[in-house]
Nanobody, 125 residues
């Protein structure tokens, strides 16, 4: 069975950086979709970035473009979200998600089948 596990959240001051990790296991095929989402209290869960592990388009939320980057390691089964120049509005529970796919499916959460438990990011001003 597919398993998605996030780690790396924490509390930082505005302007600092954090790196989140997402480890995925159990997929039948070697390539699949992965994404990061976040949900602030009282708000809808929103997509941060969505990719296909074998390349192709990467979909980014406008609110994080130029500040957040992603990288893959370990035969594409670990995805890192590097978050730079953090702002208080980045405060949220961050979730990693994965899906069976043949190309990136973007930032629509309904496209993702497997979810991690979430990791909290808190940015103070």
């Amino acid at each position: 069975q597919v398993r998605v596990v996030e780690s790396g959240g924490g509390s930082v001051q505005a302007g600092r950086s954090l790196r989140l990790s997402c480890a995925v296991s159990g997929f039948t095929y070697s390539n699949y979709c992965m994404g990061w989402f976040r949900q602030a209290p009282g708000k809808e869960r929103e997509g941060v970035v969505g990719i296909y592990t074998n390349g192709g388009n990467r979909y980014w939320a406008d609110s994080v473009k130029g500040r957040f980057t992603i990288s893959q390691e370990g035969a594409e089964n670990t995805l890192y979200l590097q978050m730079n120049r953090l702002k208080p509005e980045d405060t949220a529970m961050y979730y990693c998600a994965a899906a069976d796919c043949v190309e990136a499916v973007g930032l629509d959460r309904v496209e993702y089948d497997y979810w991690g438990q979430g990791t909290q990011v808190t940015v103070s001003s």
